[in-house]
């Protein structure tokens, strides 16, 4: 466990109890008001102020390491016409590396449900990708935040301040989290879900139901880089792994090949089609194809 590792998650903790005041307030306040960006998605104050003042602190504090923060990622348009591989790698290729999801669930956010998440990772050069190696996960409405050193995953009451270690504890009846996109896609490639799917609305959120039981495996494949990171190194670190759809092998660094070549519309969009699940889980008891 590195110096960095340990002083990342501890600065991330710190900003999620700044930001906090002002998430709350956005969801006490009456209007909500969200404009569209160029993938369709949308964007609200809240979540270019909260990106702002973690991006700065993060900068600030961690010089040298690139952020990447899902707001900022709309820059990628500028080089739409240039070799994508090229455009991750001026990222990628840095030993360590940051990733901001302001709000997830940004949607649920403006219509006032509460799933949606703050999420921010810590990442490091793996081969030819990227793997996280820290991470945290908040959730406004209920007051608390998971996070990982890379040791154990711990749950933090924000205003208590106090923590507990958390172990992945499936519950009975646990479902399958895919989101609209990922149910297309395994509809008209052959798959079907072995057990009833569900989708809050916010990948993060679904990705951290995996991790501690609530759900028994998540798709992911729609999502962006910023969505999987977070939760992925809590996941690591509850016995779960990602997995490849096709052909079951374990997943453990995210390439350039792994990610969109559509820069104007979705980068940073992930491309390979891969389920976070239970290491002991067997993905045929997850996902089948016409014939398995």
């Known amino acids: ?13 710190q900003l999620v109890r ?6 709350l307030r ?24 909260v990106e702002a003042h973690f991006t700065a602190a993060l900068e600030r504090w961690f010089p040298g390491v690139p952020v990447l923060g899902e707001e900022m990622a709309a820059s990628a348009r500028e ?17 360590y590396q940051i990733i901001i999801d302001p709000i997830d669930g940004t ?30 996960v908040a959730v406004p409405n209920s007051g608390m935040m998971y996070y990982t050193d890379n ?44 057990s009833p799917w569900i989708s809050s609305g916010s990948s993060v959120h679904d990705f951290l139901g995996t991790c501690v039981g609530r759900l028994r495996g998540s798709v992911a494949g729609a999502q962006r880089v910023w ?13 779960c792994v990602l997995r490849d759809l096709a052909t079951g092998e374990t997943i453990t660094q995210i390439a350039s090949s792994d990610l969109s070549s559509n820069l104007e519309r979705r980068p ?13 889980t067997r993905l045929a008891d997850l996902i089948t194809t016409a014939g398995r």
């Open 1 to 13: 466990m590195s110096d960095i590792t340990q002083e990342f998650v501890e600065r991330v903790r």
């Open 18 to 23: 700044e930001v906090f005041p002002l998430v």
């Open 26 to 49: 956005a969801v006490a306040a009456a209007s909500r008001e969200a404009s569209e960006k160029a993938d369709g998605s949308l964007v609200t104050e809240t979540d270019c102020a």
């Open 79 to 95: 080089v739409a016409h240039g070799d994508p591989s090229r455009y991750y790698s001026a990222f990628m290729s840095s030993p």
């Open 107 to 136: 949607k649920n956010f403006v219509e006032g449900r509460r799933e949606f998440c703050i999420a921010a990772a810590l990442t490091r050069r793996v081969g030819d990708g990227i793997w996280p190696v820290a991470g945290v």
């Open 151 to 194: 040791s154990s995953v711990r749950e933090e009451s924000v205003t208590e301040g106090s923590s507990v270690v958390v172990e992945r504890r499936e519950v009975a009846g646990a479902l399958i989290s895919a989101s609209s996109k990922d149910r297309w896609w395994l509809a008209n490639n052959g798959y079907s879900l072995m």
């Open 227 to 239: 969505d999987l990171m977070a939760p992925l190194a809590l996941a690591t670190n509850l016995g």
């Open 268 to 280: 940073w969009g992930l491309e390979r089609r891969m389920v976070l699940l239970p290491a002991h």
